[in-house]
């Protein structure tokens, strides 16, 4: 088997901007662009956009994504809103030295967190693979030194394709808890896009 995921792909609606993670694109550029865009869509959804706003919460998500540097991903614009109200991100675990193999008890082991209680962890068949779904709220850190400590919600897919040595990892997290039950099943709905 190999770790070529260079076909790597999925399917999402027009609400989810793609954030451009890798290569040498000037993200003030790109967010400015991807402002009117926005602004346009909202405009035929009879909401209404502040380009400047989005423009700069565009390029401040895409740069946080881009930190992590993941494969791909997406940030969740609803059209009204001003600032973006979820961020997906596809990545992929290798096999390496300490664990050769990438299974997904291991997934769900490395990718579980106790922060509100134990989280909802299942076994899920994908048309990728058979994969864990971990469905869990995280304490962030402090944005400021006395701030409060935000939750992060966070739904998680890891997957193990047949054709390749490693896990195919899709998350997404938002903070506001309205977004739990639609998100969820936009989010499944996404995992079971998942191609290579």
């Known amino acids: 088997m190999t770790d070529d995921l260079s076909t790597l792909g999925l399917e999402c609606s027009e609400d ?14 790109w967010a400015r662009y ?20 989005l423009a700069r919460d565009l390029e401040r998500a895409a740069a946080d994504s881009r930190s992590r540097e993941p494969l ?5 614009y609803i059209s009204g809103h ?19 193999e990438v299974t997904l008890d291991l997934l769900a082991e490395s990718m579980s967190a106790t ?11 994908l048309p990728l693979g058979e994969a864990v779904r971990i ?3 995280l304490v962030e850190e402090r944005k400021r030194l006395f701030g409060p400590r935000p939750v992060v919600r966070t739904l998680f897919h890891g997957v193990r394709p047949p054709t ?33």
Do not use: C
């Not at 791909?72 to 969740?76: D, H, M, P, R, V």
């Open 16 to 29: 989810w901007v793609p954030f451009p993670v890798t290569g040498t694109i000037d993200l003030s550029y």
């Open 34 to 53: 991807q402002a009117e865009e926005l602004v346009e869509r909202y405009a035929r959804d009879g909401e209404k956009g502040n380009a400047r706003v």
């Open 72 to 76: 791909g991903a997406f940030g969740w």
């Open 82 to 100: 001003q600032t973006v109200a979820a961020v997906l991100e596809l990545d992929a675990i290798h096999p390496d030295g300490t664990y050769p």
């Open 115 to 125: 922060d509100f209680g134990p989280p909802d962890v299942r076994r899920v068949r």
């Open 135 to 137: 469905r869990q709220n």
């Open 164 to 196: 390749t040595d490693a896990a195919v990892t899709l998350m997404v997290s938002w903070t506001e808890p309205v977004l739990d039950e639609p998100l969820e099943g936009i989010v499944d709905g996404i995992a079971r896009t998942l191609k290579l």
